[in-house]
Structures are given as structure tokens and as C-alpha cells.
DNA sequence: ATTAAAATGAAAATCGTTATTAATTAACCC
DNA sequence: GGGTTAATTAATAACGATTTTCATTTTAAT
């Protein structure tokens, strides 16, 4: 398993047709486009907003939402888009092509910042040993209110 | 908003029953039960977890899904419990008369165990305040493998 | 007790997501 | 390039969790 942190398109297309590839799966329109549009768009989408933002951007193409979530289900099985859980909004898909971070939401406009701090990454390491736990994953979003919503 | 941390049943009650006079709601069993359980089971429950286990405890009392997600809502917001989302199997619930902490998650058998820590909640303001917001909320979960499953 | 407003359970509706299906398309072979 | 086969698709049905609707019951204040 590869990261793809910091890849060109290029490079990333040519890595999701390898992976493509070696699973005996089809490279299509539809695959290559919502590729194309998350990589291009690197804030936070829902399957439906995905799906709104293609239809209008590529009118002649095809697409369904069924299709929609099947891909961003595949890229994610793949990690080349991660995905955060948002309560009442939903699953927020993101393309994986950048460094590890958190999120920092604001509750009022639903902005997202990104940060990464290593110190809390190594806490949660040894609270999880303290625990027993083998640390696979983690989850850290911090709520408030950003300085325009103030 | 009052904290509940470390409040007897009794004033728990009292409470609820403030925050219902206030709101013009009515105090009902199906309430007083759904809070009674929370109170006496600390572990984190579903909708569907409460009501089956209040139908199993209390055979004689007509009680609903509906009322059970009303209730939880409607307590909720009154932070008497709080929720946490865990993706595929959705929001649990847990009594709020507890102190502040956050969750150690096994992946395979879905076992929770709460931890706290002072260092990662300082830094969480730090990065909040670095990025311009006002803190009002976080979740932090650590998904991993528990000494049992390993 | 009377009464008005709120709460209830049951069932229908809704929401986000997944599975089914028949038609289409990509990939490989010649 | 055309033929073949398996994968993919869009549309739609199905699904599970949650919410709403509504007629009936219960609470709380008089």
C-alpha cells in the first residue's frame, strides 16, 4: 500500500489504473472523472454533493449516484481518498493526496481547517498502549466557532 | 447550562424535571425510566439498545422506538447525555454524569474504553486558537485492536 | 373533575445508502 | 478493427435507521 501523498494527477491517474488493473476492474468515464473533480477540488464532499457537482460540470456525461458512492467506496478501499465522519452532515469524502491532518469545523458555516500537530499524534499512541490497544486509526475533530462566524 | 457531572439521581431527576417545567414538557414514566436506565448503565447504548433492554426490564410499560429517539434528543440538547458517532454502527448514547472524556475503540469486538487526558484537551485549545476559532466542542476517537483481540 | 396542551404508540414517510437488473462498455484476443 | 466476455453502468427497488403523522391517552393546572 503506496501513499500517494504529494503525487501529480498524472502520477495519481496512472496509480488508480495499476490498482484498477491488478483487481480486473475497468477504467471508465465515470471513474476517471470523479477522480479528476476530487483531485481538483480539495475541500470535503458528500457522495450527493459529488454527484451535483459532476452532473452540472459534465452535463453530456452519464452518471449516476449509485455510481458515485460505488467510487468513492473503491478510492477509499484504496486510500486515495479518506473520508471523516460529520454527525448530522454525513460522510465527508477528501482526496488523500496530502499529509495526514485533522479537522477544526466550525459550527456556525461548517468550514473546514485542516492542522496536524505531532504531539497529539504520540499521545494517542502511548494512551492507546496505556490502554492495551494497538493504535490502527484515529478520529480528532475540534468544533467552534472560526473568526468570521465571531 | 449547569453541569450534571457527578450528580445523585435524585438531583439528576430534579433536574430533568426543572429543565421540563422550563421547556412547558411534561414529566412522563416513559421519561423517568429512560433516564433511570442511563443512570444505572453506563455503558453506551443505541436507540434500538435502550428500548429493547427497557422492554425486557419493565414488560408492563407501554413504550415506543419513537419515544426512546424523541427522549434521547430531547435530552441531548439539555446535555443530560451525550452521543458519539461510530460510523457503521451509528450514535450511541451515554448518561453525561460523568467527567469529560474520550474513547478508546476496539475495531473487532467494539468494546469502549474512556480515557482522559489533560495534555491533548490544552493542546486542542492551543491549535483551536492558532487557527482562529473559539473552541466549543471536540471528539477524539482512537480506533485500534483491544488486548483481548489481538 | 374539567379541560387544554403535550406525549404517546403505531404506522407511514423520509433519508442516506446499497443491491438488483437489464443494457452498455472496456479489455483482451484474434 | 470486429468478436467475445466480464465488468460497469443508470435506474430503480430495497434497505435500515430515524423522523413525522395522527388519533388516542396522559399530564398538569385549574
Redesign the pocket.
Known sequence: MNSIVSLSYKELLAEFKNI??QN????????EIILYTLYNNTQHF???DLYMLIKQEYPEL??????V???L?LLEENNIVSSISLGIQ??KYEIANKPHHDHNICETCNKIVEFENDEIEELQHTIAKENGFILTNHLMQLYGICKECQ
Chains 1, 2 share one sequence.
Do not use: P, V
Open positions: 484498477l488493473k480486473q476492474l475497468k477504467f471508465t468515464s465515470q471513474r458528500t457522495s450527493e452519464s452518471i449516476g449516484i449509485a455510481t458512492y460505488r467510487t467506496s454525513g460522510k
